[in-house]
């Protein structure tokens, strides 16, 4: 009876210590899921009363004044700031113009990112005016950032990226001519292209200008209802005169084609005197597939100035003979090297031999499904500012994107939107429209022949992965611009599982290795994308504000003193090794601050609840020195979404730092261990990377 009683009050005492496990994770990671107020009090400064009065030589211009009378001559100004009445200006926002301004003389029109100044629908008078909340705490008001790319040509033909502020100098503008229509919106549209041609510089201040009014019964209704917009100025058929008008000035030849499901049109350029495509397709032992994807080329493309080269690194007999039978029905140039798998060299290989003026990379998993594919993705790649043009990917038979242009995330190179439902537009249209970016996926990627063998064409060294995107940074460091056509739609048969190679090792250790590869190659891209900005610049799927990471903090102080000398390590053969990790990053970083040591990337135990998990990250030096701290934990819901079948492990993510000096110099072996909060057990895991203190 005794040792009933006892093994009762163990149980009733584990059950208390897992729920208080599972309030204590839930609450983080509520904490977590909402980063943009610990943005906007880390990274905007005091109300310093900055004015338009404070200015003398700028003006501000209301959008909704742009009507049939309007004339900057009228503004005499050096500086015209054109906002909207639908919100209010942030502050310090004259001030920053005016810092820009005078810290970029070349610039002529600049831009700002803004965000939304949420109102309940109760907050206005009976006439519709928006009544004064002034005194009410910001932060309960701001919500849903607009990041805006950097000067980006190509969207702003798609649509009036600008938004509701944007400024220019009077006096480098003031011979454009005003459309004069009596419908403002189209009046500040035609602008807009007229003031960022001839050469004209534009900018963008990567920080939160304008706040813009929105009215809903939630937060969540407004978010929703904003996220998959696209009625913004420009957008529509309404815009195609002036578009077109833009087209006659710059010399190019295109017509506007409208999209009846979506409403939005897009340009679709004629690339002069009808240049050939050379269509490479590495291939390998993938017979049927790569008959479905030559067959799909021949039957849906109505540009038919191609060729077809098949490049194979060494298939078995039987599918050699299958591939040279297909050369009966389809014309297609064969060639067969056997060699290791290197798609960088197979890709370049097929160039050599391409006859073409502009080159297609074309996976042989790749399935065209609508005939003005090329004509579209050429158009647009023989513009003269265009680098690399890309396609939407969608799963087969499916609506869920696999690819709408890379992003460079902080966790990497991926690609936004990943097996989200195309039927709705996300985030300002980025599955929508035609969008620059930093990188398009060589699954289907077309540019200039000669633009490919002066960048050295993909680089060998990438044998695998991230070949596509060294090409697309090299080709923006040479100041041309990578183009997402997202009206451009193919089917990519790549396994909608495919995610499921996250929790191979060996795969994740040569991925690790050539994201390596490609930051050593271009230190200026790591972390670093400027067509999402910062703020958005998160490793997940979806357009979400990221997380600040502790060592981005202005004012942070007192993280070194949680690490503290540990116990030696247990004898490895004893050691429960069952945690799984792995390591994004471990390296030296120099923040403004201080100098630290970044350790990060993410951490579980399979088949167990891991809420009830407390980790540390261990340092062992060659003596046998062991050090701990516990890890600084991170929502992860791109880790969650391929982690399907495990417990609580949207906290998965680990990011942890030591500034300069806290550790003796030497080489750190790095270990993970994790206590099980409701029991004794303890386990390990040692990292594949060591940290070399200096």
Known sequence: MKKIMISRIKTAIQDKLYENCITEYRRELRCQTDPYLVWIKENEGA?????EESYPSLGVVY???????????????????????????????FREIMKYFDGHKAVDVVYADEDVWMLPEEDEDAQGRVLSREADDELAHRIYPWTKPMWSPDTLFSFFYFGNIFAVRRNALASVEWLGDEDY????????????????????IEKILFHAYERGRSREEIEERLMHETKYIGVGPAYDFIRKAAMERRGLQGRMFLDSMTGITYPVYEAPENPCVSIIIPSKDNSAVLRQCIASIYDHTAYKNFEIIVVDNGSTAQTRIRTENLRE???????????????SAMCNLGVAQAKGEYILLLNDDMEVIEDSWLTRMLGQAALGHVGAVGAKLLYPQTTLIQHA???????????????????????YGRNRFIYDMIGVTAACLLMRKSYYVAMGGLYNGLAVAYNDVDLCFRLCMK???????????????????RGDDMQDKEKLKRLAAEKDMLYRRHR?????????GTLMNSGEPEYHCRWLEGYEFVNLTGYD??????????????????IMVVVEDCCKEAYTQKTYYLIKGWAYVPGADNARYKFKILFRNALGDVWEMPVQKRYRKDVAAILEGEKNVEMTGFCSWIFDGVLPPGTYELWMTAKDSCSRQRLYRKMDKQLVID
């Open 47 to 51: 109300d310093d009363g900055d004015t």
């Open 561 to 578: 003193e949680k690490l503290q000398e540990g116990k030696p390590l247990p004898n490895e053969r004893g050691m429960n090794q069952a």
């Open 329 to 343: 029905s389809y014309a297609f140039t064969y060639i067969y090297k056997p060699m290791a798998f290197n798609f």
């Open 524 to 532: 200026k891209f790591y972390r670093q994308d400027p067509f999402i």
């Open 63 to 93: 959008m909704e004044q742009c009507t049939g009378g309007f004339s900057l001559a009228d503004i005499n100004k050096e500086y015209i700031v054109f906002v909207s009445r639908g919100g209010k200006i942030s502050v310090n926002a």
């Open 185 to 204: 919106r189209k009046n500040i549209y035609d602008f807009a292209l007229k003031a960022t041609e001839s050469g004209k510089r534009v900018g963008h």
């Open 479 to 497: 100041g041309l611009y990578n183009v997402q056509r997202n009206d451009v739609v193919l089917y990519h048969h790549e396994s909608l599982s």
């Open 405 to 427: 242009g890379i992003s460079n995330t902080i966790y990497g190179p991926g690609h936004k939107l990943k097996k989200m439902d195309d039927t709705v537009s996300y985030y």
